[in-house]
């Protein structure tokens, strides 16, 4: 006859295993949690200037088993209200993508790394701490660039930004 400690750790364990497979479809069918903020690189290698502005970017991962395209959804930078939603980009499942802040044409590159690009002319991720630690949200399409917590879905946080220094989040 099984001792009854060993009858009570054999029962957890089989609640604990239950309650994991009961709760991986709900977060695997969630579309919310599918891209997650990885990395970001707020101030660009040198003196910040028209030239260097894909030298600032952050990095997103699809987390999902499908491809995701990257339209409308938000990355809210809580020191300012410059936003501009993501273009459209499907992202394969599993692939990161380089989010950049200036021009270019939004594709896979020659060493397999996914581009966007944001198309602004000047920099917008800050590259210091003063009054507030900067933050980026990445919302879910129609959320609203407010410098509010609604609709996220990641974040990343890196205080003050070394010159050509990408922050892991």
Known sequence: MPRPASRVTAIAAAAVTALSLLSAPAQAASSSGALTVTHVR???AGTDTKSNLNGEYFVIKNTSTKT???R???PDITS???GRVLP????PAGAVAYVRTGSGTNRRDASGNHQVYRGYARHV???DATGRNPDLRLKKPGS???NSSNGSI???NWGRAANGTTYRC
């Open 125 to 127: 991720l800050p590259n």
């Open 88 to 91: 459209s980009y499907n992202l």
């Open 68 to 70: 995701v395209n990257l």
């Open 154 to 156: 990641s974040s990343c």
């Open 144 to 146: 609203a660039d407010n």
């Open 80 to 82: 300012n209200t410059y």
């Open 72 to 74: 409308g959804y938000v």
């Open 42 to 44: 707020a101030n660009s």
